[in-house]
């Protein structure tokens, strides 16, 4: 008995398709004209959705670009009389820290500038000196050329990578000629450019990054600071998974503290977007959602003006059919399947020209203003979004014409 209700169950919502689907054949006209707002709904809303996803790796990568990634940690170290660790010793605790937990991506920072010789006289350029691995932990990827690589660390001549304000203010050299720069100093030093990096959208002011070893050798120990750096002493960041960061963190802070001994001050912490806790893009994806809510709401809306009005037009047809013996709940499906199905069409079609649109390199060139290198694939979950909702909104702009029907009286109709 259960098998048999379930045959029927599934006979008669077969059988509500192909009625529907029929009646969108026959009234194609009147079919096309709800399509086109409801495809046009869908297609609006996973724009929104994908766009949204775009916009919000832009926001990502700038913002590792600046704190790191997720997980990154920033350590600073002072004596008990607040000056910083000789260089050799905090070298060494570094490097046996590096080891001991086994850290493949980690850097030292200095902050410091050099005078650089230009066409229009000497300027003052803010300088940068890095690791290695502090290109993959700020996601930095150059334009033009390339990031440092192991093979530079032995170089007589120090490379570096500028920033594209400095790079046209040089004359946009090609890089294959080996361009250099004069570093102005006790002792001038020629720099290779080996890379251009692009510049954040505020910067207006040259940059540049050097390794940090190739800045103690071109720096005078006469005019440096305790630690070789032009009396900046380096900070030391690490880039280790999210899920261990604290662990890691308090670790390798005991392990500082102790080797600089007594009274040393030993401070870690993140800096990285996802260290606040809450989700910073919240209120991004929310005005994403709003507007996409906004616009399917209008689409809805269209779609069930359209039914209303076409519904109309098909109260003889209904009565006719309800003479010859259809029941209310067979009327009652029928109108709202083909709503239904009108919408899922629609919403296939609002999809595709929606994943055209997201995936257009124009587009994404627009939204991510040159601040994405890594554009992500166009989200699932923005497609699915839109099939459902062209489902529901389907389902919703049908059940009200599909209530009128099913209250039409046969005689009325069939006077209608």
Not at 30 to 53: D, K, Q
Not at 93 to 109: D, H, K, N, Q
Not at 369 to 380: A, I, R, S
Request: glycine letters at 10%; a neutral charge.
């Amino acid at each position: 008995m259960g098998r048999t209700s379930v045959t029927r169950l599934l006979s008669n919502l077969v059988g509500s398709f192909v009625e529907a689907w029929q009646e969108l054949r026959i009234h194609r006209t009147r079919v096309m004209l709800s399509l086109i707002g409801v495809a046009v709904a869908v297609c609006a809303i996973t724009t929104v959705v994908g766009l949204g996803a775009v916009a919000e790796q832009a926001t990502i990568e700038q913002s590792e670009r600046q704190g790191g990634r997720p997980a990154s940690l920033f350590l600073y170290a002072s004596l008990a009389d607040g000056s910083s660790p000789p260089a050799e010793q905090m070298a060494e605790i570094w490097r046996t820290s590096l080891e001991r937990y086994r850290i493949t991506y980690a850097s030292r920072v200095v902050q410091t500038s050099q005078l650089v010789q230009l066409q229009g006289g000497a300027v003052n350029v803010p300088v940068q000196a890095v690791d290695q691995p502090y290109g993959a932990m700020h996601r930095i990827t150059p334009t033009v050329g390339r990031w440092f690589g192991p093979e530079d660390a032995e170089r007589l001549a120090p490379n570096v990578l500028v920033n594209s304000v400095l790079y046209d203010r040089l004359g946009r050299p090609d890089l294959r000629t080996h361009p250099t720069v004069t570093l102005i100093g006790e002792q001038d030093t020629t720099a290779v450019i080996t890379g251009v990096y692009p510049a954040m959208t505020w910067e207006i002011d040259p940059a540049m990054y050097m390794l940090t070893d190739a800045l103690a050798r071109i720096t005078p120990a006469a005019a440096s600071g305790p630690t070789g750096f032009d009396a900046q002493p380096p900070s030391f960041e690490l880039w280790v998974p999210p899920e261990v960061s604290e662990q890691l963190g308090a670790a390798l802070k005991r392990d500082v503290a102790g080797a600089l001994g007594a009274g040393a001050n030993v401070e870690i912490n993140r800096q990285d977007y996802a260290a606040f806790g809450d989700d910073p893009y919240l209120s991004l994806k929310l005005m994403v959602g709003g507007v996409a809510g906004l616009v399917l709401l209008l689409g809805a809306l269209g779609l069930v003006n359209i039914a209303l009005v076409t519904l109309k037009q098909r109260i003889r047809e209904i009565g006719i059919r309800r003479s010859f013996g259809a029941t209310a709940g067979r009327v009652f499906f029928s109108v709202m399947m083909e709503s239904v199905v009108a919408t899922v069409v629609a919403g296939i079609v609002g999809v595709i020209a929606a994943v055209l649109i997201v995936t257009n390199p124009a587009v994404q060139g627009f939204i991510g203003q040159g601040q994405v290198t890594d554009f992500p694939p166009f989200p699932v979950e923005a497609a699915v979004l839109g099939l459902v909702s062209a489902t529901v909104v389907g389902a919703l702009a049908g059940l009200l014409p599909a209530l009128v029907a099913v209250r039409v009286k046969v005689i009325d109709a069939i006077r209608y």
